[in-house]
Nanobody, 124 residues
Framework: QVQLVESGGGEVQAGGSLRLSCAAS????????MGWFRQAPGKEREFVAS????????FYADSVKGRFTISRDNDKNTVYLQMNSLKPEDTAVYYC?????????????????WGQGTQVTVSS
């Protein structure tokens, strides 16, 4: 079973950047497709980005496309989310999770191994 720990969150002004990391232990992250999700207060958890096992396939939510980049370093057992041009509406707790299915998906119900999350706050 894999354990995930997110880090890199913080408070930034609109237009700023952050790089989130998701470090895995217990099992190699290369076994999984990986996803980033976020949850704002009073809202459901939503898909942000996902990446295939080899890193060659990526998907993004329309709201972050062109601003966020998901990547992975299987040698370091870590997945990243580079967030640029941040907006106040990006404020949320960000989570990473694993999917062991055949294809890369967006539905958070298809993911598991959730970390504790890292808070991102974007001020205007």
């Amino acid at each position: 079973q894999v354990q995930l720990v997110e880090s890199g969150g913080g408070e930034v002004q609109a237009g700023g950047s952050l790089r989130l990391s998701c470090a895995a232990s217990g099992r190699t992250v290369s076994s999984y497709h990986m996803g980033w999700f976020r949850q704002a207060p009073g809202k459901e958890r939503e898909f942000v980005a996902s990446i295939g096992r080899g890193g060659g396939i990526t998907f993004y939510a329309d709201s972050v496309k062109g601003r966020f980049t998901i990547s992975r370093d299987n040698d370091k057992n870590t997945v990243y989310l580079q967030m640029n041009s941040l907006k106040p509406e990006d404020t949320a707790v960000y989570y990473c999770a694993t999917n062991s299915g055949l294809i890369v998906v967006r539905d958070p119900k298809r993911y598991g191994g959730w970390g504790q999350g890292t808070q991102v706050t974007v001020s205007s």
